[in-house]
Every structure is written in C-alpha cells, then in structure tokens.
C-alpha cells in the first residue's frame, strides 16, 4: 500500500488528521507523526528552532515513496519536503499552506505587510503568551485567543516558544516562485473563501506557481477548515488522492 504522511498545523498534533487517517487507512499505509516538540516530546525552552529541522524528521519517516498532505504550517512542510527530498513524495494535498517566500513581487506587499504583524516574535519561552493571542487573533480576528476555551488556550501554551520559533523561520523563508515552479508533484491546493486575507493571496498565487497544481475554495471555512469543516475537506483530499 502507498504511504500516506500526514502533517498537522502548528498548536494542534497528529490527532488532527485522526478521521481523515481512519479514511485511508484501508488502502494506504498512514503515517501520522507528532512534529518536534508536540505530543508527550516538548521542544526545550528557548532553543532555537528552524523549520527545516521538522522537514528533516518527516524525510527519515519516508523509505519509500509517498502521498503527503498537510495543514498551514503542515502544508509548508509538505512542499519543503517536496524540495528537499522529491524522490520520497508522489502526490501532495495541503490546505492553506504558509509558503510566505512566495510574495516576492510587487504586487504582494500589502499581504507582506499584513504577515509583518505576527512580529516581533518571543524573546524567551517566559514571554510567548502575549504572542500567541496575536497569533490566534491574526488569524481567526481580533478577541479569538479569549474566546477560545482555558483548555485550547493551554493547548497552545505547551508548544508555545516552538511555535514561535516556527512562524518566525517560515517569514523570514525566502523560497520563491521559481524554486516552488519546480515541484513536479501532482499537488491540490485546498483553502477557505473565509481565511485571512493575506492567505488568500498566497494560496492562489501557489496554485499559479506550481506546475501541476489543482485549486479547490471551499466558501465557508476560514483558515481551519480541516477541523471546522474536517467532512468536506477529508472527501476532497481522498478523491484526490485515489485519482
């Protein structure tokens, strides 16, 4: 059976893509990791962390090739995987990834500048709780991180300083068109007519860029669609995937 790696967004584990891997299950053989510092394994407080180093842990789960898809922070990883290792990845779904290298035009600063508020990142582990509501209120508007419940807000609070670390390495990324054009990959490109703006710029200049992309909207999820909406987007990511 074909591999299937699923990658989870940043905040949440691997239990996200559980009913999706329960639909794959039968012809695929799912794998479903934690990233780095999630799950029972924390990423130490204040060590520095890149993006890349997540990248390189889903490689080594790969010995043969496989279907990889991915959510936001998930998604990035899922076409940097695709970089570094194209040997390893058949077919790629990824809902709204944060390939932000991709604004590298003119016609991008207002989604540039738009993504520049999710700095200055944490200093230090002690100081990410501030951070992280102008993270949940970028991307869900503001009063999102109060709104939430004590429980997800803690749930954003463990892997808080990783996550950080995170958003800070994808916006400073500078991959960029040219260097995504070369995904061969068959790839769907899934997202949210209700996601942030600045998202919304990137995924449709993504599913320009890439050669053998496919774009699907949904219209009413935001940017969390595969939880919010987890029956529609499962349903187009297995039709895909089985096509």
Known sequence: MTPVLLVHSSGFTSRQWRRLGELLAPHHRVIAPDLLGYGADRWPADKPFHFREDV???AALLDEPAHVVGHSYGGLLALQLALARPDRVRRIAVYEPVTFGILDEPEDAVARESIAQLSPYPAN?????PWLERFVDWWQGTGAWHALGAATQQ???DPGWKLSQEVASLSADR???ARYATIAAPTLILGGERT???ELHVVRKLARTLPHATLQMFPDPGHMGPITHAASINAAITAFLAS
């Open 155 to 157: 749930a954003f609070r």
């Open 125 to 129: 582990a002690a100081s990410v709780e």
């Open 175 to 177: 991959t960029d068109r």
């Open 56 to 58: 390189a842990m889903l």
């Open 196 to 198: 942030h703006p600045a």
